[in-house]
């Protein structure tokens, strides 16, 4: 088994959470699928859970970060707004510079683990 370091950076607005790494994960999966169905799929969640996920970052940005597409000759489907791919992008970013910033010290710590 192998020892990894994982930062969770959660974001909240309020009592609510309004970006955190499953939050993340989702609107990911809802960018490559173009949809919450499928994307809940893809992760392993129910489309109800998705779509509360969905509609809780919708109400804590200033604008949504999902937009729902109705009906037209595919029925419809799902994707990130500029918002929401502003939102990963930033996200995926903080993360990597916590991570390289934090090297050195993660290095010493992992060395007081038990092998």
């Given amino acids: 088994m192998t020892t990894r370091v994982r930062f969770r950076l959660r974001v909240t607005r309020r009592t609510d959470i309004a970006l955190g790494p499953g939050k993340v994960d989702l609107l990911e999966a809802i960018a ?3 949809s919450i169905t499928a ?3 893809a ?5 109800r859970r998705a779509w509360l996920l969905v509609d809780t970052m919708n109400r804590c940005f200033r604008e949504p970060v999902v937009d729902a597409e109705k009906g037209g000759k595919r029925g419809g489907g799902t ?3 500029a918002t929401g791919v502003e939102a990963v992008r930033r996200y995926r970013r903080v993360e990597k510079r916590a991570a390289r910033a934090s090297a050195k010290e993660m290095r010493a710590l992992l060395k007081l683990l038990r092998r």
């Fill in 43 to 47: 992760l392993g969640m129910s489309y």
């Fill in 79 to 81: 994707r990130l707004t």
């Fill in 39 to 41: 994307a809940a799929r």
């Fill in 32 to 34: 490559k699928t173009g």
